[in-house]
């Protein structure tokens, strides 16, 4: 990964609409984004994918008023994924993990399965009830999954642009997110830029010594 090349450049604003994503890169990112980590591994996300116009479209009418002007970046881009979140998680959604993970041997020791499984109940009782923030913790999760996809994103070649721009709830009402036991949480544009729009001006960042203190 070109570190020095990633640092420079911009999000893209405008992608070019002629331009889609081969299927296999496409396959690679999603293999990459349904491996991203989640906390106890609570795996709190469901990704909609739009690869069609007649997707893309649904979201770019969705969005909300004052947030039209992501219209094209959405209607532009090769593939928009929608990432949501789950508003709490239930007994079932918490024994589909475990069943999972007990299928994939992820502790051969079912000893250890089992003081897992008890010690993830504990972790989530205490987000639940004791700091009350057990669905502000998993949207944490969400947005650390973006990082990650938009790195990888950009060693596939492929430009990778977070939108926070849009209505949750016009976005749930038209995808039925809701109905589902999720809500959405943020968008993410993938593509490749327009050349004839790309920002070459300098990245503005505060200096390295206004940002770190070393202890």
Request: hydrophobic share 35%; glycine share 4%; proline share 6%.
């Amino acid at each position: 990964m070109n570190l020095d090349k990633i640092m420079k450049k911009h999000l893209t604003r405008y992608f070019d609409p002629s331009k889609t994503i081969p299927e296999d890169t496409l396959q690679q990112l999603l293999r990459f984004l349904r491996s991203t980590p989640s906390s106890v591994n609570v795996q709190p996300n469901h990704f909609y994918v739009l690869a069609t116009p007649e997707g893309k479209e649904r979201l770019a009418a969705n969005l909300g008023e004052r947030f039209q002007d992501n219209a094209e970046k959405i209607l532009n881009a090769s593939h928009t994924i929608i990432l949501t979140t789950r508003a709490d998680v239930p007994d079932s959604h918490l024994d589909a993990v475990f069943t999972k993970e007990r299928a994939d041997g992820r502790f051969p020791d079912p000893s250890k399965q089992e003081l897992w499984e008890s010690m993830t109940r504990d972790f989530l009782d205490l987000r639940n009830y004791g700091y009350k923030d057990l669905n502000h913790w998993m949207e944490k999760q969400t947005y650390m999954a973006v990082g990650l996809t938009m790195m990888a994103a950009a060693e596939l070649g492929v430009e990778a642009t977070p939108l926070e721009g849009f209505d949750p709830a016009s976005v749930d009402k038209a995808f039925k997110i809701r109905e589902t036991g999720h809500s959405t949480t943020v968008l993410l544009a993938l593509g490749y830029p327009d050349p004839r729009k790309v920002y070459t001006n300098p990245i503005s960042r505060f200096d390295a010594d206004q940002l770190f203190t070393f202890i």
